[in-house]
């Protein structure tokens, strides 16, 4: 199962993709077997030696206690240290962004794909859907 955010590629230009696995509990890695997350709206933050994703929203498992469970909580992301020191310096240096891209399996483990992004203007997000209404035309053209 891969969850993934369509609306970080409508609102960043992504430069560059980093792999992180993510500190999650038992019940949450079930929820997220069973494809029941959302990370649209989420971010990665960097703070001291460590890297969180804030505001992903994790559904609660349906056979899991859910007393005190918080959904959206922080979730610490696991990286080298060598990847931290370089994601660092290139978002306090320039106006680049960490955004997860999607969330996926791999050999078992959950990962997220964390990009570095630049913020698009509305000019340009309009350029886009215009280049890509103009493409989408061009192959039905073809296509018929």
Same mark, same amino acid.
């Given at each position: 199962m891969k969850i993934t955010n369509r609306k970080a590629f409508y609102d960043y230009e992504i430069l560059d993709r980093f792999e992180a696995g993510i500190n999650l509990y038992g019940q949450e890695v079930k929820a997220v077997r069973l494809g029941q997350a959302d990370i649209t709206g989420s971010f990665v933050r960097i703070i001291g030696s460590e890297a969180y994703l804030v505001n992903a929203k994790i559904f609660p498992y349906q056979n899991a206690r859910t007393e005190d469970y918080d959904e959206r909580r922080t979730r610490k992301l696991l990286l080298h240290k060598s990847e931290l020191i370089a994601l660092k %310096?290139?978002?306090?240096? %320039?106006? *680049? %962004? *960490?955004?997860?891209? %999607? $969330?996926? /399996?791999?050999?078992? /483990?959950?990962? $997220? &794909?964390?990009? $570095?992004?630049?913020?698009?203007?509305?000019? &340009?997000?309009r350029e886009a859907i215009k280049k890509r209404d103009i493409k989408r035309h061009i192959e039905q053209e073809l296509s018929s």
């Amino acid at each position: 199962m891969k969850i993934t955010n369509r609306k970080a590629f409508y609102d960043y230009e992504i430069l560059d993709r980093f792999e992180a696995g993510i500190n999650l509990y038992g019940q949450e890695v079930k929820a997220v077997r069973l494809g029941q997350a959302d990370i649209t709206g989420s971010f990665v933050r960097i703070i001291g030696s460590e890297a969180y994703l804030v505001n992903a929203k994790i559904f609660p498992y349906q056979n899991a206690r859910t007393e005190d469970y918080d959904e959206r909580r922080t979730r610490k992301l696991l990286l080298h240290k060598s990847e931290l020191i370089a994601l660092k %310096s290139k978002t306090d240096g %320039s106006n *680049l %962004s *960490l955004v997860p891209v %999607s $969330l996926y /399996f791999k050999h078992g /483990f959950i990962k $997220l &794909e964390v990009a $570095l992004g630049k913020g698009k203007k509305k000019y &340009e997000k309009r350029e886009a859907i215009k280049k890509r209404d103009i493409k989408r035309h061009i192959e039905q053209e073809l296509s018929s």
